[in-house]
T-cell receptor, first 112, second 109 residues
Framework: DPKIIQKPKYLVAVTGSEKILICEQY?????MYWYRQSAKKPLEFMFS???????DNQTASSRFQPQSSKKNHLDLQITALKPDDSATYFC???????????FGSGTRLLVI | GQQVQQSPASLVLQEGENAELQCNFS?????MQWFYQRPEGSLVSLFY???GTKQSGRLTSTTVIKERRSSLHISSSQITDSGTYLC???????????FGAGTQLIVIP
């Protein structure tokens, strides 16, 4: 059974629209993260949360907003979508900020 | 500048050969982790190894903090080892991982 569930697996969106990427972890971890992998680029850090509080933020654009309704949830809302937002978005978690990570299988987003 | 550099960028092996993948980092280290990225994109954690040597089956990871490097050794490679190997390090207490660009490994019969 997957320990980190990301939904949907694939997503096609129209430029200018808004989407929410879902992430739930069932590992009992206290820290959760979002990373992005664009074509031909290394995985890039976006956000980290610990005990549902924002700890670190690398995303310059306010169009990307993480949302944590429960300790084991960290969704990612993206507004005013652009074609450059096309990427695979990975959610991850760890017991605390200095432990090993477990990654979800990713949401592959295509903005047309 | 880029904090994590991996080499080689790509590698082709014949089945049964060994491989040594390198990861060099430019800042002080809190954590180091090696991942395997399957061709369909999902990430599998291979090792969490901030220092020393760890072994799991045919895989061995060695991290030498003073030299700012970590390596992944694959012995007796198999076709199913094909994929991308990523190293990632964290230099801060906040846990942010910096990823290398990866080594793409192809194992042929």
């Amino acid at each position: 059974d997957p320990k980190i569930i990301q939904k949907p697996k694939y997503l096609v969106a129209v430029t200018g629209s808004e989407k929410i990427l879902i992430c739930e972890q069932y590992l009992g971890h206290n820290a959760m993260y979002w990373y992005r992998q664009s074509a031909k680029k290394p995985l890039e850090f976006m956000f980290s949360y610990s005990y549902q509080k924002l700890m670190d933020n690398q995303t310059a654009s306010s169009r990307f907003q993480p949302q944590s309704s429960k300790k084991n949830h960290l969704d990612l809302q993206i507004t005013a979508l652009k074609p450059d937002d096309s990427a695979t978005y990975f959610c991850a978690s760890s017991q605390d900020n200095w432990s090993d990570y477990t990654f979800g299988s990713g949401t592959r987003l295509l903005v047309i | 500048g880029q904090q994590v550099q991996q080499s080689p960028a790509s590698l082709v092996l014949q089945e049964g050969e060994n491989a040594e993948l390198q990861c060099n980092f430019s800042t002080s280290l809190n954590s180091m982790q090696w991942f395997y990225q399957r061709p369909e994109g999902s990430l599998v954690s291979l090792f969490y190894n901030p220092s020393g040597t760890k072994q799991s089956g045919r895989l061995t990871s060695t991290t030498v903090i003073k030299e700012r490097r970590s390596s992944l050794h694959i012995s007796s490679s198999q076709i199913t080892d094909s994929g991308t190997y990523l190293c990632a390090m964290s230099g801060s207490a906040l846990g942010r991982l910096h990823f290398g660009a990866g080594t793409q490994l192809i194992v042929i019969p």
